[in-house]
């Protein structure tokens, strides 16, 4: 596929960190670059397309970001970021919701996981050669986490890694690793001391080349029709020692600072998505003075997730609040919270949708790829949020740290 950008070539050059300091001018600055830069047919050209051209389109898309620092701006200065606050990353993501340009969902792991993970924990010589293969080279990381058997109970997990001089020999196998074709390296956890009496202490962290002797993946067809997550089966994969993360036996706590990336956060973008989905729904049914506008039911479901909606962009309003007090306290329910709201509220809503569509709206058909949850398809998008119930830990396991955690009920 030829990638090229907007229908007519600008030659304005953007730079829309510049004007940080001016909230109203930076918003401007990004909105007239994605006016430049987002195809007009984008979503045509990725309408059912090959693997291939959808990851062309994402490394294109990922790459024009970056040459206007907002690949990485949420990162901190001193590793390739811009330091930006949370201010600015609302407004980023309300703008790419309004332009509705793609969403760089390849690259998830690698701009939120890895950096939540290398921050704190990784060394410098990690932080210089794997943040900036992402920033510079659009290096794409999965996540190995979990083990058939070990999902909820993570701290179960069975993968081995066995210290053998300068590298960790790993034997084991990981399940549902998004983008996990496609990527380049691996966020892995695995068991360096089967014998501690805690599960959780026996547990390392590692970063695994994907294209390692010994790495075999194997893509997992979804109810979608998609593949978007694999398997990984590791046969005696070396590791160098240089490749753990922090010291041999603290995997877990670490694993912690990933997992906090998960929740919260990465859902802004989307959430603005949603709203914008919502109010163009109702929008268009009272243009075309609908049947479901007159039909209870359908007006209450509708009424529900669109307070749902207004709920869910209050809490991460408040989320945001609590990270631009304190950085590094911010609350650890609230993104728990949103992940658990967004899926349900995403879960009714297309539904919703689905049922309005009628037999027709049933039919697959294909979808946009890399458009966040609006692929064009009801029945895509409906299966499809069953997925968000269950990445990130399960609803029902999260609502019972809920319980306990925020809510201090018994166990
Ligand atoms: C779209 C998607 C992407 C994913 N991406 C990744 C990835 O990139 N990397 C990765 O490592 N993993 C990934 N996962 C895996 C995900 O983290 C696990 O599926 C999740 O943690 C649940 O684990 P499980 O599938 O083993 O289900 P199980 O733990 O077997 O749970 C099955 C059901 O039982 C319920 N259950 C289990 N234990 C309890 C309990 N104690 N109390 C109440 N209910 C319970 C669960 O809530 C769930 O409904 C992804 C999953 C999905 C759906």
Request: aromatic fraction near 10%; charged fraction near 25%.
């Amino acid at each position: 596929m030829s990638v090229q950008t907007a229908t007519s070539p600008t030659t304005r050059r953007f730079d829309p960190l510049a004007c940080k300091d001016d909230l109203d001018a930076f918003r401007a600055e990004v909105r007239a670059w994605l006016e430049a830069v987002v195809p007009a047919d984008w979503h045509a050209r990725m309408t059912g397309a090959s693997e291939a051209d959808y990851v062309a389109f994402q490394r294109w898309w990922f790459a024009e970001m970056g040459k206007v620092g907002l690949a990485t701006p949420h990162w901190p200065r001193d590793w390739g970021g811009a330091d930006i606050g949370i201010r600015h990353q609302v407004i980023i993501f309300e703008e790419i919701a309004r332009a509705q340009a793609p969403n760089p969902d390849m690259f998830v792991i690698s701009l939120y996981h890895l950096p939540a993970t290398l921050f704190g924990n990784g060394s410098k010589a990690q932080r210089d050669r794997y943040l900036t293969g992402v920033k510079e080279r659009g290096e794409v990381w999965c996540q190995g986490f979990s083990e058939p058997g070990s999902g909820s109970d993570l701290a179960s997990l069975r993968t081995r890694a066995e210290r053998k001089g300068d590298v960790y020999v790993i034997n084991g196998q990981k399940v549902w690793s998004s983008y996990g074709a496609f990527a380049d390296y691996c966020l892995l956890l695995a068991r360096t001391d089967p014998t501690a009496p805690k599960k959780q202490a026996g547990i390392s962290y590692f970063i695994l080349n994907m294209k390692a002797p010994g790495v075999t993946v194997r893509p997992i067809r979804q109810a979608t029709g998609q593949a978007e997550f694999c398997e990984i089966f590791l046969d005696n994969v070396e590791i160098p020692v240089a490749d753990l993360i922090g010291e041999e036996n603290a995997g877990w706590a670490i694993a912690q600072s990933t997992l906090s990336a998960e929740r919260g956060l990465i859902i802004f973008e989307l959430s603005e998505r949603m709203a914008r989905t919502l109010d163009a729904d109702l929008a268009e049914a009272k243009r075309t003075d609908a049947a479901w506008l007159k039909d209870d039911e359908a007006r209450r479901a509708f009424t529900r997730a669109y307070n749902d909606m207004v709920a869910l962009r209050l809490m991460i309003r408040a989320l945001m609040q609590e990270i631009e007090t304190d950085p590094h306290m911010g609350s650890t329910t609230m993104p728990t919270y949103i992940k658990v709201h967004f899926s349900e509220l995403l879960r009714r809503y297309t539904e919703f949708r689905l049922k309005l569509g009628g037999l027709a709206g049933q039919l697959r058909q294909p979808i946009v790829l890399g458009g966040g949850h609006q692929t064009g398809n009801v029945m895509h998008d409906f299966l499809l949020s069953y997925a968000w119930t269950i990445s990130g830990g399960a609803n029902e396991i999260l609502k019972t740290m809920i319980a306990e955690r925020a809510l201090g009920l018994p166990r």
